[in-house]
């Protein structure tokens, strides 16, 4: 019993492909049914005034953080501190105005799932041997699949000020959609 070698990955296109059909599915069905998601951005007050001050603005598409100083010297002065006193204090990120294009981002998404296929098939591949028993494969998939999808969230509660509710809820869907590709893995490694 060996470990697959990073050129065996093909025998894992159909895990990768089928685990990211099924995730792609399952976070269709979070994000779309009325679950835990949909308080996730309530309407901002006063919404309309906020609007019509920034569109004569035209601030193009990008993230923003404002007030933002030019470096640690402009920080340390007393006119940066009463602006960040005097606030708002924001992540803003802009999005070209019209719709959203959401075949774009479906798209990204399952593109997204397919890479995290493969780093879950390379990774459970270097460290379990073939004809490993499914509870092995499924444990160590869960993990590698759970951190795939989930840690990187938590750096934007720490940084960004992200709601830690909304990082949770993420993390949820991640433990959901690690469930998901250990099973789909789990049944599917190579015997």
Not at 1 to 10: E, N, P, V, Y
Not at 42 to 63: N, S
Not at 103 to 112: E, G, I, K, P, S
Request: charged share 15%; aromatic share 14%; net charge positive.
């Amino acid at each position: 019993m060996t470990a697959i070698h990073f050129a065996g990955l093909h025998v894992f296109w159909l895990p990768i492909l089928l685990s990211s059909v099924i995730v792609f599915i399952a976070s269709s069905v979070i994000h779309m049914a009325p679950l835990w998601h949909k308080s996730d951005f309530p309407k901002m007050p006063m919404e309309p005034q906020v609007l019509d001050a920034l569109r004569p603005l035209a601030i193009p598409p990008g993230d923003y953080f404002i007030p933002r100083a030019s470096g640690m010297q402009e920080m340390r002065t007393p006119e940066f501190k009463d602006k960040m006193a005097r606030g708002p204090v924001a992540v803003i990120t802009v999005m070209p105005n019209g719709p959203i294009s959401m075949t774009r981002n479906l798209v990204q998404w399952f593109v997204f799932l397919l890479v995290v296929g493969v780093f879950v098939a390379y990774i459970n591949a270097r460290g379990l041997p073939m004809d490993t028993p499914y509870l092995r494969v499924f444990k160590s998939v869960a993990v590698t699949a759970f951190a795939c999808y989930s840690l990187a969230l938590v750096e934007l509660s720490i940084w960004y000020r992200r709601s830690w509710v909304m990082t949770a809820k993420s993390a949820l869907d991640g433990v959901i959609y690690a469930l998901l590709t250990a099973g789909v893995f789990g049944w599917l490694w190579p015997r």
